[in-house]
């Protein structure tokens, strides 16, 4: 199993930046990419970015490309997500998630971190 917490959301003005961390525990070794999911209200939840655990290959929405940049900390077990240029159609809840293998579902999510942008 991999546990997963989410941390660093908040209220930010727009054009602002926010930096959001994913801590892994558990059978991190299994771990074959994370990712960052964003839920907005009345939305789907939607992907925002992902990131290879060994290698850091990146892949990002295009919505979001440009403005977000994820990265990892292995020594850490961390997962983030830096956010720049915060519109409010950004307003979401922050989901990290992690998966196995090229393939597989997300099995492992975290909780869930708030991103609010006011205009």
């Known amino acids: 199993?991999?546990?997963?917490?989410?941390s660093g959301g908040g209220l930010v003005q727009a054009g602002g930046s926010l930096r959001l961390s994913c801590a892994a525990s558990g059978r991190t070794f299994?771990?074959?990419?994370?990712?960052w999911f964003r839920q907005g209200p009345g939305k789907e939840r939607e992907f925002v970015a992902?990131?290879?655990w060994s290698a850091g290959n990146?892949?990002?929405a295009g919505s979001v490309k440009g403005r977000f940049t994820i990265s990892r900390d292995n020594a850490k077990n961390t997962v983030y997500l830096q956010m720049n240029s915060l519109n409010p159609e950004d307003t979401a809840v922050?989901?990290?998630?992690a998966r196995r293998g090229i393939g597989l579902g997300?099995?492992?999510w975290g909780q869930g971190t708030q991103v609010t942008v006011s205009s």
């Open 58 to 60: 990146t892949i990002y």
């Open 1 to 6: 199993q991999v546990q997963l917490v989410e």
């Open 106 to 108: 997300y099995a492992y």
């Open 30 to 35: 299994s771990i074959y990419d994370m990712a």
């Open 94 to 97: 922050y989901f990290c998630a």
């Open 50 to 52: 992902s990131i290879r």
